[in-house]
């Protein structure tokens, strides 16, 4: 099998599915410079670069994409789609509905996020929670190269718009990726590990913390279950209450702010229908309400690792045995 | 110029703007009454909506906004699904989901509707992408209003279209308002098409109330995009003669500025010129506006009588 990295594995998707659909195209700040082998392949047409304008490059897209194209974005960091908020927000995800069904918004939007390369927190804020909240548009972040180019093709062939976040810290660590036409359904959970006693749930660089842990407390005699959403829309919910009705304990752990975060609605839902099988109150571990700071030892401190992991869902075993 | 103009019967844009009036006027009596949601009305504005909409072809595609009756009349749209649409009812065009704020009208072409001010000027250049990739003949036509082109999208836009050859029609509605702003104190240019030229695009300013003259100039002005494959940049200088949204009772506006806009009425003027021209007798004048609100009173009905949508429509056509 192919190693590639995540960065690597998001470039043979597009180039794949630029082949296999005409409509497709790509354009953004330096998208054409920095993907000559898209360029040299589809033609600048295909592949555009764009002003500097966030607004107007979402817009565009969101406008083609009603009109017969099915473009993919390139809006570098999380943060600069605060630019973006009108186009993604009131338009792709509101004109479907607001017209009676009569469009449709195929379009994806990349943006990467997340600690990694101490850039600060205006380009590393982990905002996904946002989009989840906002109707008529789905959400994607991968944890490996292999979903991270499954997942994309199936993203650019949805007839929905789809917000598509790359985690920095993983996008250029090296994985195994499939040959060929493989596409993840959006909305179909991973179990990267299975087990009896306890549920990590994560998504994006975080997941990979989830099995570090997974494996410090196999040491200690825990067996922990490790769920990948891998899209936050729509949510695998079934995977998930499936694996918490079994361990009856649950940990989330994200990477983004923990207040009103992905992991309080995955709460919620593991209290409202899974309550009964619940033996220890289910816990979150996320980022603080704090914009994330530049220093490599902060910018580390913001996200959940390994060791805090280990210890919260060694404390929920512990609970239930005392 | 005025030979690339159109076989149009001009008591045919007399019509249509008499439609638009009698519209706007149920609307607001409705609204008044409380049997029909505020809108913002086009009063006053019917010559710069139905001088450029009579101006483009069929496969031409429309971007409008909160202000667009008059556009979607224009181009055709029945008034009592129009009508239902204000009120929420399920025949509406789009199912009452809408409301009187952003209606499309796919099957007439017109687009991608948003109340947002200034989205329209955002999705117009992939709007136009989408039709020189694949290859479809009818140009974008994108109505806004001065307030519109504050907003950064508008520059954005500007650049863009030019940059990449969209042949897009920008068209500024420029109504002397921004809801309850003058634009004199919001911009810092009297004419957006100054703004325009600014970014290499072709621009004019044309009498907003006279559609004969915005027939022209729109003429010109879509033949242009099509024969370039550029942007042009048609403003239309008019007047919002009744409030932002239904009701406003407009103590803020200047009643001398009010006045002598009203003394140019885009529909009387048209029909004194055709009076005048004899081109139509005052009887026959008097009947289009008569058959005009008894058009919109069957409308009406008809709208009333709609049902408004099951519940089962608050979920639907949010994803595709
Ligand atoms: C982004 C945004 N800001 C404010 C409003 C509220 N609003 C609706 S219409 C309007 C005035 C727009 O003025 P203009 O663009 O000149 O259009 P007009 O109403 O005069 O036709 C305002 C402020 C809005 N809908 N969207
Ligand atoms: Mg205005």
Not at chain 1, 50 to 73: D, F, H, K, S, Y
Not at chain 1, 94 to 120: D, E, N
Not at chain 1, 286 to 292: E, M, Y
Request: proline content about 5%; hydrophobic content about 45%.
């Amino acid at each position: 099998m192919p190693v590639l990295t995540l960065n690597d594995a998001i470039g043979a998707a597009l180039a794949e599915e630029m082949r296999h659909d005409p409509r497709v195209l790509i354009f953004g700040e330096g998208v054409a410079t920095k993907r000559q082998d898209l360029v040299r392949e589809f033609g600048g047409r295909r592949v555009r670069n764009t002003p500097l304008a966030e607004g107007i490059i979402a817009g565009t897209a969101v406008g083609a994409a009603g009109n017969g194209l099915r473009p993919v974005i390139d809006l570098l960091f999380a943060p600069f789609l605060c630019y973006a908020m009108d186009e993604l927000v009131n338009s792709a995800g509101k004109l479907r509905f607001l017209s009676g069904g009569q469009f449709s918004f195929p379009l994806v939007t990349l943006a990467m996020t997340g600690a990694g390369w101490g850039v600060g927190a205006q380009h590393n804020h982990n905002l996904e929670a946002w989009f989840v909240h906002s109707p008529g548009l789905k959400v994607v972040m991968p944890s490996t190269p292999a979903d991270a180019k499954a997942l994309l093709k199936s993203a650019i062939r949805d007839d929905n718009p789809v917000v598509f976040f790359l985690d920095i810290g993983l996008l250029y660590t090296p994985g195994d990726v499939p040959d060929g036409e493989h596409c993840i359904p959006l909305g179909q959970a991973a179990v990267r590990r299975a087990g009896d006693d306890v549920t990590l749930v994560s998504y994006g660089k975080t997941v990979h913390g989830c099995l570090e842990a997974a494996e410090t407390l196999a040491g200690q005699g825990i067996s922990a279950e490790v769920i990948d959403l891998r899209s936050l829309k729509p949510l695998d919910e079934a995977t998930i209450l499936a694996s918490v009705t079994r361990t009856g304990r649950l940990v989330v752990v994200h990477e983004a702010n923990r207040l009103c975060g992905v992991g309080a609605e995955i709460a919620a839902q593991a209290a409202e229908k899974c309550f009964a099988s619940l033996r220890a109150p289910v816990t979150r571990l996320g980022g603080p309400d704090a914009p994330v700071a530049a220093s490599y030892p902060l910018e580390q401190a913001f996200v959940p690792q390994a060791a805090s992991i280990a210890a919260t869902a060694a404390s929920l075993c512990a609970r239930q045995a005392a | 110029m005025t030979s690339a103009q159109p076989q149009i019967d001009p008591r045919d844009l007399l019509a249509q703007m008499h439609l638009i009036r009698a519209y706007e006027e149920a609307i607001v009596a409705g609204s008044t009454a409380g049997t029909v949601p505020g809108t913002c009305t086009s009063v006053g504005q019917e010559a710069a909506a139905v001088g450029v909409v009579n101006a483009l072809a069929a496969d031409d595609l429309i971007l409008t906004n909160h202000r667009s009756a008059g556009h979607l009349l224009a181009r055709g749209a029945d008034p009592g699904r129009l009508l239902a649409e204000v009120m929420g009812r399920s025949d509406g065009y789009c199912g009452g989901r809408s409301g009187s704020l952003h209606i499309s009208v796919r099957e007439l072409g017109v687009v991608l509707t948003s109340t947002i001010v200034g989205a329209e000027l955002a999705l117009a250049p992939g709007v136009a992408l989408a039709q020189t990739m694949r290859n479809q003949p009818g140009i974008v036509v994108c109505f806004f209003g001065d307030g519109a082109a504050c907003e950064g999208s508008f520059h954005e836009s500007l650049n863009l279209a030019a940059l990449w050859n969209l042949p897009i029609l920008y068209v500024c509605e420029n109504n002397q308002w921004q809801a309850f702003v003058h634009r004199r104190e919001a911009m810092s240019r009297e004419h957006v098409s100054s703004w325009a030229q600014s970014y290499g695009i072709a621009a004019s300013t044309v009498d907003g109330n006279d559609v004969s003259a915005v027939l022209a100039a729109a003429t010109n002005a879509a033949a242009q995009v099509r024969a370039s494959q550029r942007p042009y940049l048609l403003e239309t200088w008019t007047y919002r003669t009744r409030g932002h949204f239904e009701p406003d009772d407009q103590a803020y506006v200047d009643p001398a500025e009010r006045a002598a806009w009203l003394a140019r009425d885009p529909i009387a003027m048209c029909r004194d010129r055709l009076v005048a021209a004899g081109n139509l007798s005052e009887l026959a004048a008097t009947d289009l506006a008569t058959r005009s609100r008894d058009r919109i009173a069957e409308a009406l009905a008809f709208a009333a009588a709609s049902p408004y949508p099951a519940p089962e429509a608050l979920t639907q056509h949010v994803y595709a």
